[in-house]
């Protein structure tokens, strides 16, 4: 499996390595709708991408096609052997103890070992053997997180993992996020609507409307980040969903190409 | 004894539930001793359990049971795999689901014992059309329960399963037949019911062994104890029956929640 070297920094990214995702006009059409249209998008190994959207952009499409759940044949895709997907629910088999569902289709020598460890890295060793339906909500979605690190992959979709969650809880499970994250290096694009928890967690966020990227804003600040400082980012992003209260006047502000690659202190 | 408890015994038995049952049992004999009850009609309950210790101690009730038992069996055994390999085939592929769900539909609107006629046709007065009109009725149960139980399958837990790469021959016995489980537990019990039924209509059927044949015998000799015998023996094998599929159950669920102590 191909791991990042540890020396590897996503701020210093210029020396731009093979992506890990790389998508050239991507199209997808449901009946006549297109769905997502012409949309180019690479995400460099170990970086973390932050996809925001109101519902109907295009958001789960994007995603199934990164998981490699929908058949894109034909098409200029390239996505990672190695990937994991933690959805909003934990989707975890309710007939399989905790430690069977992390190890579910594990290849490789010492599934059961690894399963373990993952388990106790997500804080979960005393609940190896319960079954999953006496689980709380954060128990049940850090099992679903140790699911998909065990798989060491080299990209991790977060499908709006922590919307289900209450705050408290949330905020603990972005912290673990980017723990893991720093341990193991995964590129790891997170969907989300929350554009406090985008600028809290990503190096990139990504704005998704109708089909095609609005915006892309570029986070070199340090973590962990203050919610006060990303103020006019914020304001910026929700100006890109439509968000009235936004500092920007327009509700969505096109943005040139050059505009978008130009990294944004906040 | 004083008279408050004596009073408080009363009031015990009147609120207990094992009490009317005994009366009526009490009532029975009494009826049965004093002739109001003849014993054409009705066995008093005392020379009914005589008759089935005697029976047993013959050998007569066990031999027999173990025949009817082995008709149950066999005809279960033939109707729960032949009803689970066509839910398979219909629940997991849609050309097999084409193929299989009407006729299966069809066959199953006719009422399995009006089919006896025909299967005495086909296969003679022996062993054979017993299993088999078993074998029939206990298809369906198990058919419709489990071609539902795979189809009600959450759609996310397979894509959980796709996104991980898991094989499709992986998904169906990780996902989909764990999560059909309960739903072809509920058409083993159904089965297991219908089963019973039939076979007590099928042993009429000219038997030479098993209770029917018992039933039969004791009813050309106005033997009313002995068929009081082998229509507790029949409730008992229902009630055995069902006690089984709670024990599976028990086992095979445990992670559901209402079986879970958390």
Not at chain 1, 63 to 85: E, F, H, K
Not at chain 1, 163 to 183: F, Q
Not at chain 2, 64 to 91: D, K
């Amino acid at each position: 499996m191909e791991r990042n070297s540890p020396a590897f920094s996503v701020a210093t990214l210029p020396q731009k390595p093979e992506p890990v995702v790389r998508l050239r006009y991507f199209t997808r059409r449901f009946g006549v709708n297109a769905v997502i249209e012409d949309l180019d998008l690479d995400i460099a190994p170990g970086e973390f991408v932050a996809l925001l959207g109101r519902s109907g952009s295009g958001k789960t499409t994007l995603l199934r096609t990164l998981a490699g759940l929908d058949d894109v044949a034909s098409q200029a895709v390239t996505i990672p052997p190695a990937r994991a997907v933690v959805f909003q629910d934990p989707r975890l088999l309710p007939w399989k103890r905790v430690w069977r569902n992390v190890m579910l289709g594990l290849k490789g020598p010492q599934p059961r070992e690894r399963a373990i460890a993952a388990l106790r890295e997500v804080g979960l060793d005393h609940r190896l053997d319960a079954w999953p339906l006496t689980l709380s909500g954060g128990e049940a979605q850090r099992t679903a997180l140790a699911r998909a690190l065990v798989r060491e992959p080299q990209l991790l979709l977060l499908d709006e993992p922590f919307a289900a969650l209450d705050a408290l809880t949330r905020i603990r499970m972005h912290g673990l996020v980017l723990a893991l994250w720093r341990a193991h290096r995964p590129a790891i694009m997170l969907v989300t609507h929350d554009v406090d928890e985008a600028i809290a967690l990503a190096d990139r966020v990504l704005v998704l409307d109708r089909g095609r990227i609005a915006a892309e804003e570029r986070i070199v600040a340090e973590r962990p980040r203050h919610p006060a400082d990303g103020e006019k980012l914020r304001g910026r992003l929700l100006g890109y969903l439509g968000v009235d209260e936004a500092a920007e006047p327009s509700p969505v502000r096109p943005i040139a190409l050059a505009d978008r690659r130009h990294p944004s202190a906040l | 004894m004083s008279v408050t408890s004596r009073t408080d015994i009363l009031r015990k038995l009147i609120s207990a539930r094992w009490v009317s049952p005994l009366l009526l049992l009490l009532l029975w004999e009494a009826g049965a001793r004093s002739g109001v009850i003849p014993q054409h009609t009705l066995a008093a309950p005392s020379a009914v359990f005589a008759t089935l210790l005697s029976m047993i101690a013959s050998g007569e009730l066990p031999s027999n049971l173990l025949v009817s038992f082995g008709r149950v069996v066999l005809g279960l055994g033939i109707g729960v795999s032949l009803g689970v390999a066509l839910a398979r085939v219909a629940g997991l592929s849609r050309p097999g689901e084409a193929a299989l769900d009407s006729p299966v539909q069809v066959l199953r609107t006719l009422p399995t014992l009006a089919l006896s006629p025909l299967f005495i046709v086909w296969f003679g007065i022996g062993e054979t059309p017993k299993v088999a009109l078993i074998a029939f009725g206990t298809v369906f149960p198990v058919y419709l329960n489990l071609y539902n139980g795979i189809r009600g399958v959450d759609v996310r837990l397979v894509d959980m399963a796709r996104s991980f790469g898991l094989s499709r021959l992986d998904i169906i016995f990780n996902v989909i037949l764990p999560g059909a489980l309960p739903s072809l537990l509920v058409g083993l019990r159904y089965a297991l019911s219908v089963a019973v039924l039939i076979l007590v209509v099928a042993e009429q059927i000219n038997a030479t062994a098993g209770l029917g044949f018992l039933i039969n015998n004791a009813r050309d000799f106005m033997r009313t104890d002995i068929i009081v015998v082998c229509l507790i023996v029949y409730a008992v094998l229902g009630l055995a029956a069902d006690f089984l599929v709670r024990v599976v159950e028990a086992r095979a669920l445990a992670w559901r929640p209402s079986l879970v102590e958390a």
